[in-house]
């Protein structure tokens, strides 16, 4: 149909999710592969014979990009693709330089530029290639992995340590200066609305699934907040331009994530529930069912959690996390895991990094799961020393997916596509209606 596709996530961009909108693949761990195809496949040259008119990439996953053996780079011939077999290139009309080949020192970023792409690596550097223009294609490489999470990227605007380590998430993980979510949609928008026959943007709030994987209820709201920041650009958008659809839905459920109450303190204990938390001795050991910890006790429910107030800085966000009130999360699908219900100061080691990186964090202190946490001095607050929680049938290292339901949001403006998805369905339907809203046949 001659749309653009434009793709931006907070997570690695070989993941999953941006790699199903784009690329055809049967390992989803082919990294190397994946983001060469992005460009092989996208008919870079403009021949509209084949292709899925990649225009806009953003997201986390530089090591992709650089040739092995260079710092931060994971390109192997085992996560490459070898040559597609002749009847595919044929069926898919596929010109010989879309073949692919296991070439594991190819300099992605350089094909990419010279394909016509404008590349930035930080927020600062989109801001300004933005200011400067429109570019006609864009990609944004921010994080060597995984993005980091709005939670550590927040703290670095604000200039807030955690307390952990005494320096920022952020440049422990080789990322100093990430975008938020809407600031790359928003790039997005600009990017691809220069089509006229059209687009599709895809845009992934990636961490809300992968913290919740790690049972890190704070880190999956703020993630939800960054999330809902991008809904906003996205709807303001559709009515400016009009002749919009936008879906706002989840891939399926993680980790049973539900609102149990909010923190109070216990009925004859004085103070503050935040510092008592903090001086709590360890429940680690505890396992008498006769005696009921403090941690547990302060979980009010009912008329007793009363009404969280946060209070948010200019930029949107909690000032603080941890405040009387707190809402608090239980995960039905959780993992083994020590739950003290206070902000945890580190994320636990992301799984998509180049392994240089992985080692470093290794070496100061990140926990390596859910359950290391708190292990090491690194953990002032020590997670380990609130209630241990076994996990039920879901397994020792992290929550998982679950059956549950997932809302669908739709909007448009300029039309009656949302119409469309309307009700109870079954998830493979909303394929064939995006194919039926593209074409307007509804
Ligand atoms: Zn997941």
Same mark, same amino acid.
């Given at each position: 149909m001659g749309k653009s596709l434009g793709l931006v996530t907070t997570a690695d961009v070989e993941d999953a999710t941006p790699a199903a909108n784009a690329v055809h693949t049967l390992n989803r761990n082919a990294g190397t592969g994946i983001c060469d195809q992005y460009l092989d496949e996208s008919d870079a040259a403009g021949t509209g014979r084949f292709g899925t008119g990649l225009t806009v990439l953003m997201g986390g996953g530089r090591r992709w990009f650089l040739p092995a053996g260079k710092f931060g780079s994971s390109r192997t011939a085992a996560t490459d693709y070898s040559a597609l077999p002749p009847d595919l290139l044929n069926g898919w009309n596929?010109?010989?330089? #879309?073949? @692919?080949?296991?070439?594991?020192?190819?300099?992605l970023l350089k094909d990419f530029t010279d394909a016509g792409f404008a590349y930035v690596s930080s927020a600062a550097a989109l801001r300004d290639l933005m200011e400067r223009g429109t570019p006609s294609k864009l990609l944004g490489l921010f994080a060597y992995g995984n993005m980091n999470v709005a939670l550590d990227k927040i703290a670095k605007r604000r200039g807030q340590t955690s307390p #952990?380590? @005494?320096?920022l998430v952020v440049d422990d993980y080789h990322a100093p200066d990430q975008p938020m979510l809407d600031e790359m949609t928003e790039a997005a928008l600009r990017v691809l609305n220069q089509n006229n026959r059209g687009f599709v943007l895809m845009v992934e709030g990636a961490h809300i699934d992968k913290q919740s994987h790690t049972m890190d209820a704070d880190r999956v709201i703020g993630e939800m907040i960054e999330f809902d920041n991008a809904v906003a650009v996205a709807r303001r958008f559709a009515d400016q331009v009009g002749d919009t659809l936008v879906l706002v839905l989840a891939d399926h459920e993680c980790s049973g994530f539900s609102l149990i109450g909010a923190l109070v303190n216990p009925p004859g204990s004085t103070g503050n529930v935040i510092d008592n938390l903090k001086t709590q001795p360890s429940d680690a050991t505890v396992l008498d069912p006769a005696t009921q910890p403090y941690r547990q006790k302060a979980v009010g429910v009912y008329e007793a959690a009363g009404f969280p107030r946060y209070r948010l800085l200019p930029d949107g966000y909690p000032e603080n996390f941890d405040i009387e009130g707190k809402l608090l999360v239980g995960f039905g699908a959780n993992a083994d895991r020590y739950e003290g219900w206070l902000t945890k100061p580190l994320p636990v080691i992301?799984?998509?990094?180049p392994t240089e990186i992985k080692g470093e964090l290794q070496s100061k202190g990140y926990p390596a799961e859910p359950i290391s946490r708190g292990a090491g001095a690194a953990d002032p607050y020590g997670d380990a020393r609130g209630f241990f929680i076994r996990g039920q049938a879901a397994g020792r290292t992290q929550a998982v997916h679950t059956a549950a339901d997932i809302v669908l949001s739709a909007y448009s403006a300029g039309g009656t596509s949302s119409q469309l998805f309307g009700g109870v369905q079954e998830n493979t339907e909303i394929f064939f209606k995006l194919v039926r809203a593209a074409f307007g046949a509804y």
């Amino acid at each position: 149909m001659g749309k653009s596709l434009g793709l931006v996530t907070t997570a690695d961009v070989e993941d999953a999710t941006p790699a199903a909108n784009a690329v055809h693949t049967l390992n989803r761990n082919a990294g190397t592969g994946i983001c060469d195809q992005y460009l092989d496949e996208s008919d870079a040259a403009g021949t509209g014979r084949f292709g899925t008119g990649l225009t806009v990439l953003m997201g986390g996953g530089r090591r992709w990009f650089l040739p092995a053996g260079k710092f931060g780079s994971s390109r192997t011939a085992a996560t490459d693709y070898s040559a597609l077999p002749p009847d595919l290139l044929n069926g898919w009309n596929l010109p010989s330089s #879309a073949a @692919g080949a296991a070439d594991p020192n190819r300099y992605l970023l350089k094909d990419f530029t010279d394909a016509g792409f404008a590349y930035v690596s930080s927020a600062a550097a989109l801001r300004d290639l933005m200011e400067r223009g429109t570019p006609s294609k864009l990609l944004g490489l921010f994080a060597y992995g995984n993005m980091n999470v709005a939670l550590d990227k927040i703290a670095k605007r604000r200039g807030q340590t955690s307390p #952990a380590t @005494g320096g920022l998430v952020v440049d422990d993980y080789h990322a100093p200066d990430q975008p938020m979510l809407d600031e790359m949609t928003e790039a997005a928008l600009r990017v691809l609305n220069q089509n006229n026959r059209g687009f599709v943007l895809m845009v992934e709030g990636a961490h809300i699934d992968k913290q919740s994987h790690t049972m890190d209820a704070d880190r999956v709201i703020g993630e939800m907040i960054e999330f809902d920041n991008a809904v906003a650009v996205a709807r303001r958008f559709a009515d400016q331009v009009g002749d919009t659809l936008v879906l706002v839905l989840a891939d399926h459920e993680c980790s049973g994530f539900s609102l149990i109450g909010a923190l109070v303190n216990p009925p004859g204990s004085t103070g503050n529930v935040i510092d008592n938390l903090k001086t709590q001795p360890s429940d680690a050991t505890v396992l008498d069912p006769a005696t009921q910890p403090y941690r547990q006790k302060a979980v009010g429910v009912y008329e007793a959690a009363g009404f969280p107030r946060y209070r948010l800085l200019p930029d949107g966000y909690p000032e603080n996390f941890d405040i009387e009130g707190k809402l608090l999360v239980g995960f039905g699908a959780n993992a083994d895991r020590y739950e003290g219900w206070l902000t945890k100061p580190l994320p636990v080691i992301d799984s998509l990094l180049p392994t240089e990186i992985k080692g470093e964090l290794q070496s100061k202190g990140y926990p390596a799961e859910p359950i290391s946490r708190g292990a090491g001095a690194a953990d002032p607050y020590g997670d380990a020393r609130g209630f241990f929680i076994r996990g039920q049938a879901a397994g020792r290292t992290q929550a998982v997916h679950t059956a549950a339901d997932i809302v669908l949001s739709a909007y448009s403006a300029g039309g009656t596509s949302s119409q469309l998805f309307g009700g109870v369905q079954e998830n493979t339907e909303i394929f064939f209606k995006l194919v039926r809203a593209a074409f307007g046949a509804y």
